[in-house]
């Protein structure tokens, strides 16, 4: 009746290995730490940097406990662990110095962090510690301001270029195109030729509504934005923006980052880990896009110093040299749609780019009217361009090409990383930024496991006392409902913060909550004069159903908390279910082990230990 079968046992104790051996590592805490990682797309960080920074560091006998690189996709970093924060801040200080000789262009980011203590052992099996949050870990907080109306003059000039090359297929003449705010004026020779641009503007440019007015030389043709096409300009501009945000920050190797919209024109972004605010802004910053211009037929390039030629912009090619380009640009990286690292004819490493079909027509235009000249492929990030490559066309092409010039596959990479990942759709302002440092996590790390302690240790002391040896057996699963709900958190790198130990808290009195019930429906049967034998396995069967029923409403609310909420709330939710779903086990499933392989042994069971059973009296 009170026997588990032996796979019962096989189960509990895998559970509870697993459990222990992923909840070990978040006893072993952190420690400080400089990353060094690649601050330009054309810089790499291999092994070879990792040697250079341990060379740094031993000259200036600066004491590590361990340095690794690590590769996350195509982004390498070195990481160097301190015993210190005084140490980890002269290491930064000196690497930031001798790695990168040009203090106004640096080749390297230099960063503050926090590295896991975890033995490398553990580390093998991929037993990590959980993840903690920015009031938790310490890090960086900054709230960024949209700008709206970039995002609108971004789509205007989209939209004229676009306008002009439609104008030009349907042999539309008109005397020129002005942008406004949120507005296009096109004016015209004739009102024969604005009428026709209208019909046509009409169909394919349904994000305006076009006016045409007369004039004594003319007409004009007008084209003020939709509400409803002006909001959607401006909402996709945030999800866009919040979308390269994401993929930057994570092909830096910031773990677990927030970023996330508030309002309707605000994005927060939170690094925990990242001590620098300075270097954090610049990897927020960092956005790459592609610009292709035509190159100069006559002068392609000159040296550094030499004079430019009037009406030319010149951008960095290589070592000493400049490229000279047009001012006109054939097209940006928000008309690009994919990119993605391959080999040309010859073999040699490429980036294949996809533009939408606005930006494939004007590539069209121009190659077939500028046959036999040179034409390249500036890459600007911070603002600074670089040329990856001048080529001469050679035939007519639309949406999809090809770029040459890339010394190693790996560069290919990391360029179509740098392109997918995309350019911001409007300009952003930092317009709050808060620093958390390591302390002030800790002393809330502190606070809230304190609490827990004392928590359990207040239910532990009334178990014990109220229900006597099966309070200590709820006690006992109530310990390993918390191994368990850790080690999920770790297994699922689940962020925790100052709301999750609160979770946890809760799901410490939801777990003994279905201890106590079954311990008083054991106590019912005893009162009623059931053996006690039977008193335990009736007391189990019926507890069952109500702790059902009231985990799954439960868990119903926290579900609805994860699907809803956002930040900390969510953070909370994702918790709580975790915790309902591991107190199911330990108050059931564990707990009716532990006293069936105390009391099941024996074949003639007279009283158990579950405190004074009150039984009322006869009237």
Request: aromatic share 6%.
């Amino acid at each position: 009746m009170n026997r588990y079968p032996l796979w019962k046992y096989l189960v509990i104790g895998v559970a509870l290995l697993i459990g222990a051996l992923y909840s070990l590592p978040n006893i072993f805490g952190e420690a400080p730490a400089v990353q060094v990682s690649a601050a330009k797309p054309t810089v790499k960080v291999e092994l070879a940097t990792q040697a250079r920074v341990e060379k740094i560091l031993a000259d200036a006998s600066i004491p590590s406990t361990g340095m690794f690189y690590e590769r996350t996709g195509n982004v390498g970093s070195v990481k160097v662990r301190f015993d210190s924060t005084d140490i980890q801040l002269r290491a930064k200080d000196l690497l930031q110095q001798k790695l990168n000789s040009d203090p106004n262009d640096p080749s390297f980011t230099v960063a503050l962090n926090l590295l896991s203590n975890t033995p490398h052992w553990l580390s093998s099996i991929n037993a990590m510690p959980m993840p903690l949050g920015l009031d938790l870990r310490g890090g960086v907080y900054f709230l960024l301001q949209v700008d709206m109306q970039g995002a609108v003059q971004k789509k205007v000039l989209s939209i004229a270029g676009d306008i002009r090359s439609q104008l030009r297929e349907k042999n539309i003449r008109h005397q020129g195109i002005e942008r406004g705010n949120e507005s296009i004026t096109i004016q015209f020779g004739s009102a024969e030729e604005a009428e026709k641009a209208k019909a046509l503007l009409t169909t394919s440019q349904t994000d305006l509504i076009w006016q045409l007015s007369a004039q004594a030389s003319g007409a004009r043709l007008i084209g003020q934005f939709k509400p409803a096409s002006l909001k959607e300009v401006q909402d996709s501009a945030v999800k866009q923006n919040i979308t390269t945000l994401n993929k930057r920050v994570n092909e830096l190797a910031v773990k677990e980052p927030v970023i996330q919209q508030q309002g309707a024109d605000r994005i927060i972004v939170q690094l925990p880990g990242v001590q620098d605010t300075a270097r954090a802004k610049d990897i927020i910053g960092r956005t790459a896009t592609l610009e292709s211009r035509l190159a100069d037929p006559l002068v392609t390039t000159i040296a550094v110093g030499d004079p430019v030629p009037p009406g030319m912009d010149v951008f960095r090619f290589g070592e000493g040299r400049l490229g000279v380009f047009k001012k006109s640009v054939i097209f940006s990286g928000d008309r690009i749609t994919d990119a993605s690292a391959g080999f040309d004819q010859n073999q040699r490493p490429s980036v294949n780019i996809s533009l939408d079909a606005a930006g494939g027509r004007v590539m069209q235009e121009v190659t077939r009217e500028n046959i036999g000249k040179p034409m390249g492929m500036i890459l600007f990030e911070k603002g600074k361009g670089e040329v990856l490559t001048i080529a001469t066309i050679q035939s007519e092409f639309g949406s999809k090409f090809q770029i040459t010039g890339q010394p190693t596959t790996e560069s290919a990479n990391d360029l179509a990383l740098l392109l997918r990942a995309g350019s911001l759709a409007a300009p952003m302002e930092i317009i709050e930024e808060r620093t958390i440092g390591p302390s002030l996590g800790a002393e809330n790390i502190e606070k809230g496991f304190t609490s827990l302690i004392f928590g359990f240790i207040a239910i532990a002391i009334f178990m014990i006392v109220y229900y006597m040896l099966f309070g200590f057996f709820s006690v006992t699963a109530l310990a390993v409902n918390i191994v368990l709900l850790i080690s999920l958190l770790s297994m699922l790198q689940a962020t925790l913060s100052l709301p999750g130990i609160a979770a946890m808290a809760l799901a410490l009195g939801m777990a003994i909550d279905s201890n106590v019930l079954i311990n008083e429906r054991i106590r019912e049967e005893l009162r009623q004069g059931v053996a006690p034998s039977t008193a335990i396995a009736i007391g189990f069967d019926k507890a069952w159903a109500t702790i059902l029923d009231s985990n799954i409403t439960t868990l119903i609310a926290g579900l609805a908390l994860l699907a809803f909420g956002s930040g900390p709330i969510k953070g909370f939710a994702v918790v709580h279910c975790l915790g309902i779903l591991t107190s199911m086990f330990s108050a059931v499933f564990f707990s009716r082990g532990i006293v069936n392989l105390w009391y099941g042994r024996k074949k003639k069971l007279q009283k158990i230990s579950i405190g004074q059973v009150w039984v009322a009296k006869e009237k």
